[in-house]
């Protein structure tokens, strides 16, 4: 917590939007931290980008922080189910990281990316 004490001269409650210490748009203190984003810059987030589709391969890109370790997981039904790992987790350098994946049999897919803490 002691990111969110530095950048916010406070600690965070779980899941209450209203202590978003800037403009990141992120709710959760803990994620901002595991991600290394700084909740005081609206363009510092952990997203991906549009997949890219190359013959049978999904490519996503997103930015990375140095050392974090990211992963990629998928899911049928966006409202429910468990997200299921669809890569392995890599530790990035920073700058852009870009992950291919062979699609999933399911006709349509949500992903996510998650900071492995």
Request: with cysteine; hydrophobic share 40%; proline share 6%.
């Amino acid at each position: 917590m002691a990111h969110s004490l530095q950048l916010n001269g406070g600690i965070y409650a779980n899941g209450n939007s209203a202590c978003d210490g800037g403009a990141s748009g992120s709710s959760n203190a803990l994620q901002e931290y595991l991600a290394g984003t700084d909740p005081n810059n609206a363009t510092d987030v952990l997203k991906l980008k549009p997949a890219v589709v190359t013959g049978n391969t999904l490519k996503f890109e997103f930015a990375t922080k140095p050392g974090k370790n990211y992963r990629i997981e998928a899911r049928a039904d966006l409202f429910g189910g468990a997200w299921q790992p669809s890569s392995t987790g890599v530790i990035a350098n920073g700058g852009m990281t870009e992950f291919s994946l062979l699609p999933e049999a399911s006709p349509k897919m949500f992903f996510r990316i998650v900071v492995i803490p």
